[in-house]
């Protein structure tokens, strides 16, 4: 494999000195602000993070906060992020910090991968931001930015594609190793971007640049195609009495684990399977209507959804329904309960 040049290092810290971005977590060295951006950041966009990161730490400033915060208010916090299993993780790693710790917030990049959620990347953009410690932080946009430079076909999607890509950085990166890795990343994020869109005027390595110098920057990086993702059918009910709505809560292990969710079961039902769904909830339909439909992508499956909208009469208790679904008034549902986005289309009803 092509080398990584050395003259990069100069080049890169002197033009994101000049270019970077003015990002919240970039006013501090502190280590759990600058954990809870890159956690974040993970499978969300910058612009959509900002808000998330603000109030966030408004809520919860310290890790104490964080290890103490009631589950439900920590999903309400996270709610529209998405991949809720990363707000349990951090949850999960703020009692680790606590309890194994001794609440001071691990600083090395081998202790900080002891954390749950916190693999090789987010340890290494920690140890380097907040510590200075001189390892790498390979994300997606490191990877896109070494495969052009070094003009590399490897699988970016291959774990030991990621590994070289590791070893080729390491001996280069300077003392001022936070910077170092948020310029490769920040390269990566305005610059050197996917899709056929590359700004090679623009790029402060274009003259280092192999791919460029062979022409062939479009074509990389190689990914190999992920398995395609399984289409699950589902049917989901909007069950209310003009002030309530039925929510059920999802197990605790598996997609959503947790999560309040509207009522919904596996296939599309017809009208004589619908009527049989809402009897087995413990709700008795005065009448109901066709929502249209929709679809929501997680990361390994799609929901095909059909809805309805299903009107019970008001003598409910709040209780009725089975032990997993019961009825909720409007305003208290969107004030404290996360519902997942995959619901978006007809939560948008009440
Ligand atoms: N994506 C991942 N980490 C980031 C960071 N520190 N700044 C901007 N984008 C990022």
């Known amino acids: 494999m092509n080398k990584i040049p050395c003259e990069i290092v100069p080049l890169l810290l002197d033009w994101f000195a ?8 970039r006013h501090t060295k502190d280590p759990y602000p600058i954990w809870l951006s890159e956690i974040m950041l993970q499978q969300t966009r910058v612009e959509a993070v900002k808000p998330y990161y603000k109030r966030f730490l408004e809520v919860c400033p310290s890790v104490e906060a964080l290890a103490s915060l009631p589950e439900e208010q920590l999903y ?3 709610e529209g992020l998405g991949y809720y299993s990363r707000a349990r993780n951090l949850q999960k790693a703020a009692k680790t910090i606590l309890s194994d710790f001794g609440g001071v917030f691990p600083s090395d990049h081998k202790s900080l991968q002891k954390l749950p959620g916190i693999g090789d990347y987010t340890a290494g953009a920690i140890a380097s931001i907040a510590f200075g410690e001189r390892v790498p932080a390979v994300d997606g946009n490191v990877l896109r930015v070494v495969a052009r430079l070094t003009a590399s076909d490897k699988d970016i999607a291959l774990p030991e594609t990621k ?9 280069l990166i300077p003392e001022q190793a936070g910077d170092f890795n948020q310029s490769l990343i920040e390269l990566g994020a305005t610059v050197c971007l996917p899709n056929g869109e590359p700004k090679c005027e623009s790029c402060p390595l274009a003259s280092l640049c192999r791919a460029r110098m062979e022409g062939n920057v479009l074509e990389l990086p190689k990914r190999s195609k992920k398995p395609p993702r399984k289409i699950e ?4 009910l909007l069950i209310e009495d003009g002030g309530r709505t039925a929510l059920s809560k999802r197990p605790d292990k598996g997609l959503l684990a947790g999560l309040y969710e509207l009522p919904n079961t596996k296939g599309h039902l017809d009208e004589a399977a619908l009527l049989t769904f809402i009897r087995s909830l413990g709700f008795e339909p005065l009448r109901w209507s066709r929502l249209e439909d929709a679809k929501h992508i997680f990361t390994h499956v799609e929901w095909h959804m059909i809805a309805y909208a299903v009107r019970i009469s008001p003598e409910f208790d709040e209780r009725a329904g089975s032990d997993r679904c019961f009825l909720v008034d409007n305003e208290i549902l969107h004030r404290d309960y996360a ?11 009440l």
């Open 233 to 236: 059918d589902r049917t989901v």
């Open 163 to 171: 590994a070289a890509f590791r070893e080729l950085l390491l001996p």
């Open 339 to 349: 519902i997942p986005s995959a619901f978006s289309a007809y939560i948008k009803y």
């Open 18 to 25: 000049q270019n970077k971005r003015d990002l919240p977590w």
């Open 76 to 78: 309400k916090l996270w």
